[in-house]
């Protein structure tokens, strides 16, 4: 372990979670150089939806690295470009009703938000952008502006401007009407409020403590942003790909973002590979006016293309993943139910524990990381236990997993 602490940057933090090197990974589980077995409920922060080193998704990899096939072609037109854009055309848009132009903005999460946020100013001219509280959209300065956390907006070491956080579904528990603030402002002359550009929603926030908008609230947004004539843009960053059930976390509202982000989970690999969606007639960009050295991540195209022809041609994975979920979630809510101070939160296999008192989280994902179960906390106050397991997990090993996890939150609280 010495060489991690001397030579990379104070700045890692998985690791310092989980003190082991991890050396093989194979479907929900990874192992460490011992040879000691860890049960995956993080999946790369929701990047492995179909697990590590997916057998289908491989053979497709390989087959395309030993034949050569181009690897790196910034947005050069390739064969495996096309093969992907026509899959996810054909599985993914054209059945859902869809119309989306898509654009490869850059490897990461972060790049399809920064190309929302341009191009939303682009088309209106408008600065301001609205965001919600405790909400996470990446690391650089676009999207940190419009993140909610304290700790990673200090980061940034310059003023994060043109953005404005409104309340989320249920900060206020239900004391007052949905968009009762937001609206006032925006029909107020006198609020001070910039005509925003656009409105960055995510459906359910993962890092900030599983927060799940009701389809009724989204449709609310959705119907708010119209009348006020705002652009809404999905993040669905994390809560994509089937992550909540449906491939988008979008479809229980009925609504049609103008603008959704994609990424972590697209390439079905754990490949960098993000997509901007664009509804055609906002797709308003000059020739490179957005670009990214890696926009053409040809193995990611792949392994993306490959993972909707094995799981998205019908609907059994969703089926599974809402079944999958709703077990997890039953036994979560029987955890909070026994124990005062406990909150059962999420949707599909996107769950969460929250504690009232915060240090609590951290315990239990330390007690099960001894058990051989890796969750991390999220919150802002890092007072959940989230809950990311692959959802091509066995149903032995989402019981191994619920028992790992029951055993730690009560080992716990025991002592607390």
Not at 5 to 30: N, Q
Not at 348 to 376: H, I
Request: charged share 20%.
């Amino acid at each position: 372990m010495n060489i991690f602490e001397t030579i990379e940057s104070e700045v890692r933090s998985y690791c310092r979670s989980w003190p082991a090197v991890f050396d093989k990974a194979s479907g929900s589980w990874l192992k460490d150089e011992n040879g000691k077995e860890y049960l995956d409920f993080f999946a790369g922060a929701g990047a492995l939806n179909y697990g590590h080193n997916n057998p289908v998704l491989k053979e497709a990899l390989l087959d395309y690295l030993s034949g050569d096939g181009v690897t790196h072609a910034l947005d050069m037109n390739t064969v495996a470009k096309r093969d992907f854009l026509e899959a996810f055309s054909d599985i993914v848009l054209k059945p859902r009703g869809l119309d989306y132009k898509v654009q490869f903005p850059g490897p990461t999460g972060a790049n399809s938000v920064e190309s929302a946020l341009k191009l939303a100013r682009k088309i209106t001219g408008r600065e301001s952008v609205i965001s919600f509280t405790n909400a996470f959209h990446g690391m650089t300065l676009g999207a940190l502006a419009v993140t909610g956390n304290s700790m990673k907006r200090g980061g940034a070491g310059i003023p994060l401007v043109h953005a404005t956080p409104m309340p989320y579904d249920n900060y206020f528990e239900g004391q007052y009407p949905d968009f009762l603030y937001f609206e006032r402002l925006l029909e107020d002359a006198g609020s001070g409020l910039n005509e925003p550009a656009a409105v960055i929603v995510e459906t359910v926030q993962g890092e900030g403590g599983v927060n799940v908008a009701r389809p009724e609230w989204l449709r609310g947004l959705a119907e708010l942003c119209q009348r006020h004539d705002m652009l809404l843009i999905v993040d669905d960053v994390q809560m994509g790909c089937g992550r909540t059930g449906p491939f988008f976390s979008f479809e229980l509202a009925g609504i049609q973002p103008d603008i959704v982000t994609l990424s972590k989970s697209i390439s079905g690999y754990g490949l960098p590979m993000a997509l901007t969606l664009i509804k055609p007639e906002l797709d308003q960009w000059e020739p490179g006016e957005h670009n990214g050295t890696f926009r053409g991540n040809n193995p990611a195209f792949v392994t993306a293309a490959t993972a909707l022809r094995t799981y998205w041609n019908d609907d059994l994975l969703e089926k599974s993943t809402l079944a999958k979920g709703e077990q997890l979630g039953t036994v979560l809510q029987e955890i909070a139910d026994a124990n005062p101070g406990v909150e059962a939160r999420g949707r599909g296999l996107a769950r969460g524990l929250a504690f009232e008192q915060p240090e609590l989280a951290g315990k239990v994902c330390a007690a099960a990381f001894a058990r051989g179960l890796l969750m991390e906390t999220s919150g802002p106050q890092s007072e959940v236990v989230k809950l990311l397991p692959p959802l091509t997990l066995t149903d032995e090993e989402l019981t191994q997993g619920i028992e790992l996890l029951t055993a730690s939150v009560r080992s716990v609280l025991k002592t607390a």
